[in-house]
């Protein structure tokens, strides 16, 4: 079956680690996406790509870092810059939007990552 | 920002319907409106989506204004397991959520 695949689950890390979360889709899905969710909050954009080699910034980009080399991986690395680290990581794919914009989100099962 | 506003919590009873608003005035002509719906800890979920008509699928109904400036997310016969954050957003370039509707299904 298609889907997203975040790993692992759980992450636990001492500060001033980097750490870098996985995303992989089999979905042949052009656009990927990280979000950051604190507790009782909504999703906010970190960063975001639309196609291979190119990725933009979202609302919360500092102290995170991305890379898109291959259509399928969208890895987020959450650098010691980062001051507050923990919290549930969430990644998603789309096809590329288009002036329909008739294309939804899938997202990832999500990544608790916990700094001590 | 968000392009939409939708109320930060609400409460329905079991079995009955549950109605969740979302406002979205400056939607564009071609923007689609997708609901979304997040169970503690987990990845949201997709609900429903539509453009200018009402649409139904085995999950809800999704009510959309004439001027297309305003959508209702209907759950018929909510259960405890529809308890959870419910997100509307207008699809564009940039996907952004809002904060979402915390539906409580009370017994």
């Known amino acids: 079956d298609g889907g997203i695949t975040q790993s692992p689950k759980y992450l636990f890390r001492k500060e001033g680690q980097n750490v870098t979360l996985s995303c992989e889709q089999n979905l042949n899905h052009d656009a990927m996406y990280w979000y950051r969710q604190d507790p009782g909050q909504g999703l906010r954009l970190i960063y975001y790509s639309q196609i291979v080699n190119d990725f933009q910034k979202g609302d919360i980009a500092e102290g995170y870092s991305v890379s898109r080399e291959k259509k399928e991986s969208f890895p987020l690395t959450v650098t010691s810059a980062q001051k507050n680290p923990t919290a549930f990581y969430l990644c998603?794919?789309?096809?590329?939007?288009?002036?329909?914009?008739?294309?939804?989100?899938?997202f990832g099962s999500g990544t608790r990552l916990t700094v001590v | 920002d968000a392009k939409t506003t939708q109320p930060p919590s609400m409460d329905c009873a079991e079995g009955r319907a549950a109605n969740l608003p979302c406002n979205h005035s400056?939607?564009?002509?071609?923007?689609?409106v997708y609901w979304y719906r997040q169970i503690h800890s987990q990845g949201p979920q997709y609900i429903i989506h539509?453009?200018?008509n009402n649409e139904t699928n085995e999950m809800a109904s999704l009510i959309i204004t004439e001027d297309r400036k305003s959508s209702t997310l209907i759950l018929p016969h909510a259960t405890l397991r529809d308890t959870a954050v419910y997100y509307c957003i207008v699809r564009n370039n940039d996907m952004r959520f809002g904060a979402g509707t915390r539906l409580t299904v009370k017994p």
């Open positions: 539509g453009l200018k």
């Open positions: 400056t939607i564009s002509g071609n923007e689609y």
């Open positions: 998603a794919s789309s096809m590329a939007p288009t002036t329909l914009s008739n294309y939804g989100y899938t």
